[in-house]
């Protein structure tokens, strides 16, 4: 968000203090798939990434290492049901599940 330009290069730093770790439906969330506590999360206007559960699918479709700590968040918390990446990402997604493959 910060490279195109919907946030000010200021705001990443008081988003990494307040635990952002990336954002979901333009909502910041932390490692565990929370919507951290920042005014830049009063300002959205969009779903809320929980309503996202109550969805018979949701398929996200992104790549980069810089994604793989938000996507296991948001996997770990049953946002998503289907991840399409590229291989590198996946990897590290797994990896930082713990070193578990599959779970």
Request: charged fraction near 25%; glycine fraction near 14%; aromatic fraction near 2%.
């Amino acid at each position: 968000m910060a490279t195109l330009g919907l946030i000010e290069p200021g705001d990443i730093d008081s988003l990494k203090a307040a635990g952002a770790v990336g954002d979901l439906l333009g909502y910041w969330i932390d490692e565990k798939g929370e919507i951290v506590d920042h005014p830049l999360n009063r300002r959205v206007l969009a779903l809320p990434p929980d309503d996202l559960k109550h969805m018979g699918s949701v398929i996200v479709i992104t790549g980069g290492a810089s994604k793989a700590v938000a996507l296991r968040g948001a996997l770990s918390k049953g946002l998503l049901t289907t991840l399409v990446t590229d291989e590198t990402t996946a990897a590290l997604v797994l990896q930082r599940r713990g070193g578990r493959k599959g779970g």
